[in-house]
């Protein structure tokens, strides 16, 4: 998977250089590239924002030095490209969205910064995409957050492909606790089902347990939550048990 990212500060990404993501893209399972956009400005003094027309408070990107970029990616490789701008007003990211962003052969992020960016920047995206109701300084994180998530998903990153299907919020619910050695520590003993070797009522206790800690946290999944009647029916045997 090809991945370009057009920011103004290239150096917050070197996280990307570390871990997992490190590892995916020195086996060239993903291939990154940070694309500074202040170098296609053709100001005099390599400005790439500007007051907004009508007034107002802040600066915004102008429409100039994104698309001289864009010109360049796409020159080198003409596929079909998502490009996804990260924006305050986007759909919320989640890992539904993860998941079908690692089906992309190419993927670019445009990283907004100041006020907000010139409207026109608009007909090069594909997906408008935010982290949450809440304002950062600019799109760098947020983009390092989603590269991350759908990397996941890509096959041969993790050590088991299976790994990401499990994790919370895959299903729907958030994923079941889990244990290690020692079986006892410090007088908290690890679940004797864990124990059992009986990977049939394991699996059955990991999905009650994922479904118990899904209420007790995160009620507000549970509406969306594909449950089947036995599901339903433990819930609602716990809630009368816990007088919830």
Request: with cysteine.
């Amino acid at each position: 998977m090809k991945i370009d990212i057009l920011t103004l500060f290239p150096k917050m990404f070197t996280p990307l250089e570390e871990s997992l993501l490190g590892k995916a893209q020195a086996k060239q399972l993903l291939k990154i590239n940070i694309c500074d956009f202040r170098k296609y400005s053709q100001d005099k003094h390599h400005h790439v924002d500007d007051t907004p027309y009508g007034g107002g408070a802040g600066m915004l990107l102008k429409p100039q030095p994104i698309y001289r970029a864009m010109d360049e990616i796409n020159a080198a490789d003409s596929q079909k490209k998502r490009v996804i701008l990260l924006d305050p007003a986007g759909k919320q990211f989640n890992q539904k969205i993860a998941q079908n962003l690692a089906t992309e052969d190419h993927l670019v992020f445009i990283c907004g910064h100041y006020e907000g960016f010139d409207a026109r920047i608009d007909n090069l995206v594909t997906d408008h995409l935010s982290i949450g109701d809440f304002i950062i300084t600019g799109g760098e994180m947020a983009a390092m957050i989603m590269i991350d998530a759908l990397a996941r998903f890509v096959p041969g990153v993790l050590g088991n492909d299976d790994s990401a299907y499990s994790d919370s919020f895959s299903d729907g619910l958030l994923e079941y606790p889990q244990y290690t050695r020692p079986a006892e520590y410090r007088g908290m003993a690890v679940p004797e089902i864990l124990l059992s070797g009986n990977h049939q009522k394991i699996a059955q206790w990991r999905h009650q347990q994922s479904l118990l800690k899904t209420a007790q946290l995160r009620p507000d999944l549970l509406k969306t939550a594909q449950l089947t009647a036995e599901d339903q029916n433990f819930l609602a045997n716990w809630k009368a048990a816990h007088k919830m």
